[in-house]
């Protein structure tokens, strides 16, 4: 069982940035792979970035690249996503999730695939 909570989201302008904090508790943070989702009211919750076990590999959704960035800090248990030139379309409910991976270079890109979700943190960038 993994236990995730995130945090750092916020009320921010467009061109603004903001860091986003998933800290995890329960068992070895190291065997998963890490992701962010978000969901804006009506839509489908999508995928925005991933990251392997070892951190050496991530997936950012086009929409994003260039602008977030995700990393992870397994000696704190920790995953963030470092977000840059927000953008009012960025607005969304951000969620952590974890997938098992098996191999250090594994990683998750679909909903179904991740085991365990945090609550969530709303992100709202005004224009």
């Known amino acids: 069982q993994v236990h995730l909570v995130e945090s750092g989201g916020g009320l921010v302008q467009a061109g603004g940035s903001l860091r986003l904090s998933c800290a995890a508790s329960?068992?070895?943070?190291?065997?998963?792979?890490m992701g962010w989702f978000r969901q804006a009211p009506g839509k489908e919750r999508e995928f925005v970035a991933a990251?392997?076990?070892?951190?050496?590999?991530?997936n950012l959704a086009n929409s994003v690249k260039g602008r977030f960035t995700i990393s992870r800090d397994n000696a704190k248990n920790t995953v963030y996503l470092q977000m840059n030139s927000l953008k009012p379309e960025d607005t969304a409910i951000y969620y952590c999730?974890?997938?098992?991976?098996?191999?250090?270079?594994?990683?998750?890109?679909?909903?179904?695939?991740?085991?365990?979700w945090g609550q969530g943190t709303q992100v709202t960038v005004s224009s």
């Open positions: 999730a974890a997938c098992f991976g098996p191999f250090s270079s594994s990683w998750c890109r679909r909903v179904d695939e991740y085991d365990y």
């Open positions: 329960g068992r070895a943070f190291w065997t998963y792979a």
């Open positions: 990251l392997s076990r070892s951190g050496g590999t991530t």
